[in-house]
């Protein structure tokens, strides 16, 4: 017996897994769509986004008030029957009575890093699309499968505590609403709503192609779960680490409150008080600092690996007498001078002379 069989309430879940959605779990699963006034749901034809569309449609026809809903498809244009694919989920969006629009990545594709880069530009053309349209929200297919996924994704990767909470039920990108509504449901339970409709639905080959890790950590998936890190498990993992971190960052926010030791202007350095930042607890120190750096830098949010570093050599510098301290990370730089801890704009990099 596994880990997971043991347990009668894991045990039930997976049980329950092939079973399609009922109309009576519907008002739950989108009561975040209320509140918004408008709400495009990104569907690419496959049974997730698919099963979305449907529940979403049916939630939507069964109330006499609630936002306007379309459908948005990326078509990313990697490979042959893309175009068709978007094509049957318009005709999906005809039959269940929503409006549709295809956007097509266009330009140059890259050679390598491809899935991250057409998540990128997914997510830019659907923001882009959703600001145009006067849309404050958007709708993602992602599933239970998908918050497990992206829990071992990222500890693989050594994220640290803001990322193993992975994805949110409710998050927000460029002032829109990114809405989860099926973060908690297994995908095999959608893959059955959308049979249950007698609605076709496509799979993109590269969910099983092994060069890409998550296609290798569908593979691991079964073993993982006879030991006990099923998906449920993985997924109430990433809660406790969203509970935890949202604890964290209130307390950075306090933190920030007391030792910053003047209004942050934009194109200022950020001051903190020296001796009460040291006094820290050390995760609300690494916070701080890289809320600071993040701020005034001009190269992207700074690495967590980096960050620790940083923070780990500006702790040793400070016990000197007196403290001295220059470093910079991520086009931001980080001193001591004074008793205070400054973050300033580095210095613009010089450019290498043309060598030609």
Known sequence: MSAADGDPALRGAREARGAPVGDDELEALFAPFLGHAGILIAVSGGPDSTALAILAARWRRAREHGPMLGLLTVDHALRPGSAREAEAVGALADAIGLSHRTLV???????????????TARYRLLIAEAKARGADALALGHTLDDQAETVLFRLARGSGLAGLAAMRPVSRREGIAVLRPLLAVPKARLVATVRAAGVPFTEDPSNGDIRY?????????????????????????????????????????????????????????VRLGLAGFLELPREIALRLL???????????????????????????AARNEPPAFRRTLAGAMV??????????????RRKRPDSR
């Not at 997924?235 to 409150?257: H, I, N, P, S």
């Not at 008793?339 to 210095?347: D, F, G, K, N, T």
């Open 105 to 119: 990545w266009r330009g140059a594709k890259p050679t390598t890093g491809i899935q991250e880069a057409a998540r």
């Open 290 to 316: 890289g809320r600071a750096v993040d701020r005034v830098g001009r190269e992207g949010p700074a690495e967590l690996a980096k960050l620790e570093a940083l923070l780990e050599r500006l702790c040793a």
């Open 213 to 269: 890790a998550r296609a290798r950590l569908r593979v691991l998936a079964p073993l993982l779960a006879d030991e006990g890190l099923g998906a449920e498990r993985l997924a109430a993992f990433a809660r406790r680490m969203a509970r935890a971190d949202e604890a964290l960052e209130r307390a950075t926010d306090q933190a920030g409150a007391r030792l910053v030791l003047e209004p942050w202007r934009e194109g200022a350095p």
């Open 335 to 348: 001193t001591i001078r004074r008793r205070e801890l400054c973050v300033s704009p580095a210095p613009e």
